[in-house]
């Protein structure tokens, strides 16, 4: 059971015995279905812990009296007494204490007691999760509606304690039926319409759905029926009093108290006063009246509305364990992922010069180093990707996009996958005639990711589907539902648990294994955006994606808007000869320069190269106006940085410091660096590594602007 043993002398072992005994630590424990088993040691044991091996679940210690000594081999030593906190699962093994009195203590796990139903617990804990990240609030609340039922029940005149376990675990899984609705709904801040309350109400079927497993259907029942009005009124059966049962009726009080009081982005609360006075004032109609008086006299108590201090910061110890961990095996796993493409280059590169006598194999060679490059890039990619999504920084920039457009990007990247590996693409898409209203890149980035999978994981022969189940607009509103189907190697029941974990792979031994992060990133990207993702797979037969997303029209202006910046496009498309093209590079690193000049060189371009900020100002102003046709602008440089070097020649008083096109070159890759480069007074901003095609592209356009500029300026 424990998460520690006693390393030696053997003959302490005995002093380390667990057992049972009840104390109001133990039933606050038991109360909020976290198990725990008591130890005792005795005054002058001393010995070392150090951590079962394989131990997954975390664990923490709750001294209930008595002294311990803890000496680690890391840190300075530290005493532990009545009602501290420690963990050892994560020392290294040699961690040294001696008990100076006699210790009872706690050891807290964080599995559930109801050891039996693992599997659906984890999934339904692992959803609870989802919802967080979805709406930023539903785990967060049901944890505050289980705190609410434990007082209101110490306040009943009676009630059946077999049903406390239950009960507790209801009172926090009771809206995890809310992952499968769309978030627009969840987190709408004006009244929904008759249809969004339809939708909103199928949530409690969910919810009792997912939960059928647990408690031989008692739990389900119960958030069944936490919707039911105490007269009859409410949904899905329109149960009334006795009828309703007594668990779902206690989280109704708890629940509509709590919705009543949080303040969230999109909703106002009142205060704890005023959300009495409308739970009393619904008494007999829409509540229970005696859950109503439990809740009532509860709230009164002294400290009520505050966690048990013992709960709280056990919660938080394994909160905080549990976060270190996956820290930990999240940087063990991109370490893992970067080294093999790492190695890849690294002895491909070494090999190549031994084989610089034999084209094929050299250019075997390259073409496997410019495979692991390009995986090693999108990794590096991902993971950024991964990070900004889970500290809530992901932005999504949304601009008018036409459906067309969209199909035409899925066939110009999905066909190529699919012809290389002898796979039929099948597109079964019902007409859609509007343009729609969203974050390109992104949306664009869920399918391909998707897609691109599906070919993947299918082999040579099969073939693989995108189609539209269903759409319909309402309002300002596209609802589809897009089906992506392989008939692949699929998933096992195992992994499908675990699916949108980052770095989680099934191990399928073979070469098409990849990082283990565009589904968790590809989820995530959804949940912004408001929709929902659902998978089905069978190992040997295929996988069903199905994703549902509520997409936004563009208004008349945002059309027009488009419009002409697509004929401004299409206009400066006749520029891409850069032949003559006078260039500006400002870059410190050697190779950088080096790399830049040759590919700009290759297609006829004048190149001059300086190695800081302060001197591409120094050679901007000592050329003749319109020497230069373009400056590409390192951002990191030292002397000067590349966005004091362009705020600096903006400012310089000669007609071409305005109309001169400067695009940044940066290994930053995020919003706000674009943002803070445009702002510094540059076009464009270049991400490292810097693609050929991209450049010729992006200097070709700039420089046709610029002279565009500059006539106008002229005028």
Not at 251 to 265: G, K, L, N, S, W
Request: with cysteine; charged share 25%.
């Amino acid at each position: 059971m424990s998460g520690i043993y006693i390393k030696h002398p053997a003959d302490y072992i005995h002093s380390f015995e667990p057992y049972y005994r009840e104390t109001e630590a133990a039933e606050i424990f038991h109360t909020a279905g976290i198990q725990t088993v008591m130890f005792h040691m005795q005054q002058g044991i001393s010995g070392c812990f150090q951590s079962v091996p394989g131990k997954d679940s975390v664990e923490v210690y709750y001294l209930i009296s008595g002294r311990i000594r803890i000496i680690p081999l890391d840190e300075d030593p530290f005493v532990l007494e009545k009602g501290s906190f420690f963990a050892l699962n994560d020392r290294r093994d040699g961690t040294l204490f001696y008990v100076q009195q006699d210790t009872e203590f706690f050891c807290v796990c964080s599995q559930p007691s109801y050891q039996g139903n693992m599997e659906i617990t984890k999934n339904i804990d692992k959803m609870l999760t989802e919802l967080q990240q979805k709406d930023g609030d539903s785990r967060s609340h049901g944890e505050r509606v289980r705190h609410l039922v434990m007082q209101m029940v110490g306040c009943m005149s009676r009630f059946d304690a077999s049903k406390l376990e239950v009960l507790l675990q209801a009172s926090r899984v009771h809206d995890v039926g809310k992952v499968k609705l769309p978030l627009s709904i969840l987190i709408k801040a004006t009244p929904l319409t008759e249809q969004e309350q339809a939708i909103l109400k199928t949530h409690v079927k969910h919810s009792a759905e997912i939960t059928g497993g647990i408690f031989q259907g008692e739990l389900s029942e119960i958030v069944l029926h936490h919707h039911e009005n105490y007269d009859g009124s409410g949904y899905p059966d329109g149960l009334k009093g006795d009828e309703i049962p007594v668990c779902s009726r206690l989280i109704a009080v708890a629940e509509a108290y709590d919705a009543m009081v949080i303040t969230r982005p999109y909703h106002k609360g009142i205060s704890s006063e005023a959300a009495l006075r409308e739970l009393r004032r619904c008494a007999g109609t829409q509540f229970d009246p005696d859950c109503v008086d439990a809740l009532c006299r509860a709230i009164e108590r002294p400290g009520c509305l505050q966690s048990d201090t013992i709960l709280q910061k056990t919660e938080t110890q394994l909160a905080a364990y549990e976060r270190e961990k996956a820290k930990r095996d999240f940087l063990s796993n991109m370490s893992h992922d970067m080294r093999t493409p790492m190695n890849a280059i690294i002895n491909l590169t070494r090999l190549a010069r031994e084989d610089i006598e034999d084209r094929e194999t050299l250019l075997d060679d390259l073409d496997k180093i410019e495979i692991s490059s390009s995986f090693l890039l999108g990794l590096v990619n991902d993971i950024l990707d991964m990070a900004r999504i889970e500290n809530g920084k992901i932005e999504l920039h949304p601009t008018v996009c036409s459906y067309q457009v969209f199909m035409d990007y899925i066939e110009s990247v999905i066909l190529p996958l699919c012809e290389e590996k002898g796979i039929q693409f099948v597109r079964k898409m019902a007409p859609v005639c509007c343009s729609i209203y969203v974050d390109q890149v992104r949306f664009y980035q869920i399918f391909f990711n998707l897609l691109s999978n599906a070919v993947k994981y299918s082999n040579p022969g099969s073939q693989v589907l995108l189609s539209v189940e269903k759409q319909w607009i309402e309002g300002d509103l596209l609802h589809i539902d897009f089906l992506i189907e392989d008939h692949g190697i699929g998933m096992s029941r195992e992994f499908l648990q675990k699916l949108y974990t980052p770095f989680e792979r099934e191990d399928i031994s073979d070469a098409r294994m990849g990082t283990g992060l565009g589904l968790a990133i590809t989820k995530r990207i959804i949940n912004q955006m408001g929709g929902s993702i659902d998978i089905e797979s069978e190992q040997g037969k295929g996988t069903k994606v199905r994703v549902h997303l509520d997409l936004i029209l563009p208004t008349k202006q945002q059309q027009e808007e488009n419009g002409l910046l697509l004929l401004r496009k299409q206009k400066s498309g006749e520029y891409y000869d850069l032949s003559g093209a006078h260039i500006l590079i400002a870059e410190d690193h050697p190779l950088n320069r080096e790399i830049l000049v040759r590919i700009l060189e290759k297609v006829g371009a004048v190149i001059d190269v300086v190695e800081d900020g302060e001197e591409a100002v120094a050679r901007f102003t000592e050329s003749k106006p319109f020497t230069y046709d373009a400056i590409l602008m390192d951002v990191r440089m030292p002397k000067m940085d590349g966005l004091a070097a362009t705020r600096a020649i903006r400012a310089l008083n000669r007609p071409d410091a305005q109309c001169i096109f400067i695009a940044a070159m940066t290994a930053e890759a995020f919003e706000e660096n674009r943002k803070e480069t445009i702002s510094a007074g540059m076009n464009e901003h270049l991400s490292k590594p810097i693609i050929p095609s991209d450049l010729y592209r992006t200097l070709a356009v700039g420089i046709s602007g610029s002279v565009v500029r500059r006539g106008s300026n002229n005028q």
